[in-house]
């Protein structure tokens, strides 16, 4: 990791952790993956070679930079979904900053409606990083866009489990799933597409 990269991300985490103390609204709170899950991504990406990423909730885009050095690394591409325009416009500025430009796409809408558009198989890894109550009603789509041998990964089921629980149903009655829960940050779900 250069030098600039590792200081962005570190004055990334700091911003968003002073943030979040005070900030009591969720819409302004940046809510950051931590940064040994970050590492864990990266550690995916590049195992699995998976060049086509899709992430689905961008916010300032800290863990975008996780993802997109990891997948520079493997001549791979990061596809970031962010509804929120003030969101986006920092993610923007962000990866400005960051000498990953050229390797991520940031998409500045509903992550439900750019899914339905989205193409069968296209995406290698999918992290999920959203508005959780909404998991299980884009699980058709997601199931659709991740090729086989492709892996989910779903932040916050631990920290927010009760939220995931639907999505998990889903998963373990899914023959073409199978998933493991990981305790890295705040409980990063993994789930490889079989077939
Ligand atoms: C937990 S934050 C993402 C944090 C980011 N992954 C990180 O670790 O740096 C969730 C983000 O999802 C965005 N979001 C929520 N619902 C969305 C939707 N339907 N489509 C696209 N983005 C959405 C929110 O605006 C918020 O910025």
Request: overall charge negative.
């Amino acid at each position: 990791m250069s030098d600039a990269l590792a200081a962005l991300k570190a004055e990334l985490a700091r911003f968003g952790a002073d943030n979040d103390a005070h900030e009591t609204a969720r819409g302004r709170r940046m809510l950051n993956i931590t940064a040994d899950t970050g590492e864990l991504l990266s550690v995916l990406v590049r195992f699995g070679k998976a060049r086509r990423v899709l992430e689905i909730g961008t916010s300032n885009g800290y863990s975008t930079l996780w993802l997109a050095e990891a997948a520079a690394a493997i001549d791979g591409h990061v596809t970031t979904l962010e509804y929120a325009a003030d969101k986006a416009a920092m993610a923007r500025a962000t990866f400005a900053r960051s000498g990953l430009e050229e390797r991520i796409t940031l998409v500045h809408a509903d992550a439900g409606a750019w899914l339905a558009q989205a193409g069968n198989a296209s995406v290698d890894l999918l992290f999920l990083d959203s508005d959780r109550e909404q998991y299980a009603g884009w699980w058709p789509q997601l199931r659709r866009v991740l090729r086989p041998g492709g892996l989910l990964v779903v932040d916050n089921a631990t920290s927010h489990a009760a939220q995931l629980a639907p999505l998990r149903a889903l998963l373990d009655a899914d023959a073409a799933f199978s998933s493991s829960l990981v305790p890295v940050g705040n409980g990063e779900l993994l789930a490889v597409r079989n077939g």
